[in-house]
């Protein structure tokens, strides 16, 4: 019993119900390593680019990215630390860490929320509405147990996160 989750043509395996089989695909399409999109903070002081394709993107439904992000739910594009790079105002950047797990990245002048570096991870959280020239395509929910804002779209629903980045990787019904 069990599914795999495709992100960017890598497997990921989950373990889930057998009533729940499915493959995602993150659409390569405007994502190849040439790609290069810019985005700001809320005031432009803090300018970010990411190069490449994320690693993956989706949904976030813990009580920490809601919190953070003052939303029911966080929209999150996962980048090797690699392709992101601050291109303007990185003396503006601040810092919050409630956890070692999340080191959580703002303008100090308007406050807006840019990225999170998860070192455990390896990646790094930019944060969808930063960088609108990107197309988003999500392809999971996870923390979902969590949620306040149930969404019903098709996409897999984990419990927590991946097994592969620490989590039970079983999945949760719509």
Known sequence: MGGIVRTRG????????????FTITV?????????????????????????????????????????????????????KPENVKV?????????????????????????????????GFGLIDVYAAIIPSMDFKPGVHVNYAETVLPMKDGLPKLRDFPAELGG???AVPE
């Open 168 to 170: 039970s990787g079983e």
């Open 87 to 119: 291109t303007q105002g990185q003396g503006s950047i601040g810092h919050f860490r409630k956890t070692e797990k999340s080191d959580r990245q703002f303008c100090t002048t308007c406050g807006g929320h840019v990225m999170t570096d998860h070192p």
């Open 27 to 79: 659409p390569r399409e405007n994502h190849d390593m040439t790609s290069t999109h810019s985005g700001t903070c809320f005031c432009g002081t803090v300018q970010i680019e990411v190069t490449g394709s994320p690693e993956a993107m989706g949904y976030c439904h813990c009580e920490s990215c809601r919190s953070w992000s003052a939303g029911p739910v966080n929209a999150f594009t996962l980048w």
């Open 10 to 21: 890598l497997p990921l395996q989950l373990m889930i119900p057998a009533w729940t089989p």
